[in-house]
């Protein structure tokens, strides 16, 4: 799977929005098909590109006493070294700019007085929005644990040269 795979699921999400708002009338079809197609973009950047291009994977789950639960998965320091960072561009860019573009279409549909493609947006944009907030808590994780790693690994460094500057004396 390419780096443009998302991206022409997002945008394929978007141009059918777009166009059968302009020459549909059925409003029924462009909300499913388009809905349809936002979350499968959804689940692709979520659960495939978001894992490939930037190494990363979220998910939320709901524990016995009702309380939400976020869950984070990153590649290790090797792998994410091999992460080509124009991919990673292009990930982070079409994740926010889809969140822009929605919204743009949902002041339009506001200024046109559409409620109904009101509803088709806010889907749209809601699907993208969880990703947003999925992968910017994964990234801030990810960030953490490698801090973290990376200051066991100077204090292991320094005490075992410690160690070895007094046992050789």
Request: with cysteine.
């Amino acid at each position: 799977m390419g780096p443009f795979l998302g991206s022409w699921i997002r945008a394929s999400a978007l141009a059918f929005y777009i166009l059968s708002a302009l020459f549909a009338d059925s409003f029924v079809i462009i909300f499913v098909i388009t809905v349809v197609l936002a979350a499968l973009d959804f689940w692709v950047v979520k659960n495939v590109s978001g894992r490939i291009l930037v190494g990363l994977r979220w998910w939320n789950e709901i524990n016995d006493q009702g309380e939400s639960i976020w869950r984070f998965e990153c590649l290790d320091q090797e792998s994410l070294a091999r992460i080509n960072q124009n991919d990673s561009w292009l990930f982070w860019w079409t994740l926010y700019l889809n969140a822009v573009a929605w919204t743009i279409l949902g002041i339009l549909s506001l200024i046109r007085f559409r409620a109904d493609y009101i509803l088709v947006v806010g889907v749209c944009l809601s699907l993208g929005i969880a990703n947003i907030i999925g992968f910017t808590k994964c990234r801030k994780d990810a960030k953490k644990k490698i801090q973290a790693f990376a200051s066991r690994t100077i204090a292991s460094r320094v005490s075992s040269t410690i160690q070895s500057a007094f046992s050789v004396v």
